[in-house]
């Protein structure tokens, strides 16, 4: 395994260069093996990964059998590939990885990405375990992504705010532009955008002859609490569905994660009932978000990394803890809306330690700091997460949450498995 990590990390963990060519050459190599597949995709800026989450896990409750395809992971590569939520075994993962170096290296005239790698061996992967249903995460965007090569039978955008802009356009429609680029000709269109991305989104499904189902018109959820919600649509009327991810915005991503079973059961006949429908939502598991570590004083790990993010972490963090002020520990990307982000968290903080993702695009954090004083009046520096890690767990009275980016979210729960591993291990030698 260590010669395929090695040459994954040789093509640049965080290098983009968007483009379908590569992965269309490199699949060829394979005889099209995503064309044989039955696929979902999921594009938008937020909660993509969770909505994916949710449809496999319904599928999966189905009796079918789903390949899940979701980056980034957060410890282990192997996260982003799984069938019936079976991780891909590290034995096929290096198989195919180097299957893969093989073939690029003879028919690319430049290397592909680390993303184009690990798309590549979802699509030979979920091929060979013959799925029913692929459910993929688009990476960025949507027009470029690899992921994009596919040809499914329903569309997914979540939601658009300005996120990745340097490689996206600096403006919420020409993000939306990207987005709508996983829509395809006749395919069904499912979406929570709103406002000017709704509208770019629209005329390309239009022009696409793609019938768009959008939340607030098609479909809708309520709810009074977290324990339960409601949904309605055009053939489901359900209530008091019961979500096993934690947080308010999680009822939004479960929301389009039914409208797209929805769109499954009324034009291609999938069977899919409510009982299937209800195990699935109670039982769907995705890493990292509204993470509960400890109950009281709570402390919660979120990937929340770009304000939208803030806004909808602050909103469940004050509906599940009315009154209650947190104690942050927070890093970010270096390309992210800092300030805005900070603002939003603002108002339910207590204070924060500002520490650097393991990652080379992270923000320093003593820059982040600056920012951060501009809102907060109790800011600290720690450059190493783990000493970071190890003195919020020192607040143990205080409510605490980890967040600003996945990077960081990951590193924090490879020192929990690590610190987990060592006292049994001691345990053992008693």
């Known amino acids: 395994m260590r010669n395929a990590i090695n040459y994954l990390n040789s093509l640049g963990a965080h290098r983009i260069n968007l483009g379908l060519d590569r992965i269309s050459k490199i699949l060829e190599a394979f005889d099209n093996p995503h064309k044989k597949l039955t696929c979902i995709i999921i594009a938008g800026t937020n909660g993509k990964g969770s909505v994916a989450a949710v449809i496999a896990s319904i599928l999966r409750a189905a009796r079918f059998t789903v390949g899940l395809y979701t980056s980034p992971h957060l410890v282990r590569i192997s996260e982003r590939i799984k069938v019936n939520d079976e991780e891909i075994s590290l034995s096929d993962l290096n198989r195919l990885i180097m299957t893969i170096k093989g073939k690029a290296s003879k028919i690319l005239t430049e290397q592909p990405t680390y993303f184009e790698v690990l798309t ?7 091929h060979e375990k013959q799925v029913d249903y692929a459910v993929l995460e688009v990476g960025m965007g949507g027009r470029f992504d690899a992921t994009n090569i596919a040809n499914p ?8 705010y300005l996120d990745h802009t340097e490689y996206l356009g600096n403006n919420i429609d020409k993000i939306a532009y990207e987005k709508a680029g996983v829509i395809k000709y006749g395919v069904p269109v499912v ?7 709704l509208n770019v989104i629209s005329t390309t499904a239009e022009k696409e002859s793609a019938r768009v189902f959008y939340m607030g018109r098609d479909f809708s959820s309520e709810s009074e609490n977290l324990a339960y919600f409601n949904y309605k649509g055009h053939s489901f009327n359900l209530i008091n569905l019961q979500l096993a991810l934690p947080g308010l915005y999680q009822i939004n991503n479960a929301t389009l994660a ?3 079973i929805e769109i499954l059961y009324e034009r291609y006949g999938i069977d899919i009932d409510e009982k299937s429908l209800r195990i699935g939502l109670s039982t769907a598991n995705w890493e990292g ?24 972490l602050r909103s469940s963090l004050k509906h599940a803890y009315p009154e209650k002020k947190f104690l942050f520990l927070l890093g970010m990307l270096a390309d992210k809306d800092h300030e805005n982000y900070l603002r939003e968290l603002s108002p339910i903080t207590e204070g924060m330690i500002i520490t650097d993702v393991p990652s080379e695009r ?3 954090s003593e820059d982040l700091a600056n920012i951060a004083r ?4 109790n800011v600290r520096v720690m450059n190493d997460s783990k000493a970071a890690f190890i003195e919020l767990q020192k607040h143990n009275s205080t409510p605490a949450c980890i967040t600003g980016s996945l990077y960081l979210i990951g590193a924090i729960k490879k020192l929990i498995m690590e610190d987990s591993k060592s006292i049994r291990k001691k345990r053992k030698l008693v």
């Not at 501009?374 to 009046?377: A, D, G, K």
């Open 153 to 160: 039978i329903v569309s997914v955008i979540t939601n658009i």
């Open 362 to 364: 992270h923000m320093p």
């Open 191 to 197: 979406t929570g955008t709103d406002g000017s991305a």
């Open 120 to 126: 590549a061996v979802a699509f030979v992967f979920f």
């Open 374 to 377: 501009s809102y907060v009046n």
């Open 258 to 260: 039914i409208a797209t």
């Open 289 to 312: 978000r509204m993470e509960t570590l400890r109950s009281n004083p709570p402390l919660i790990l979120d990937g929340a990394h770009n304000p939208s993010a803030a806004y909808a």
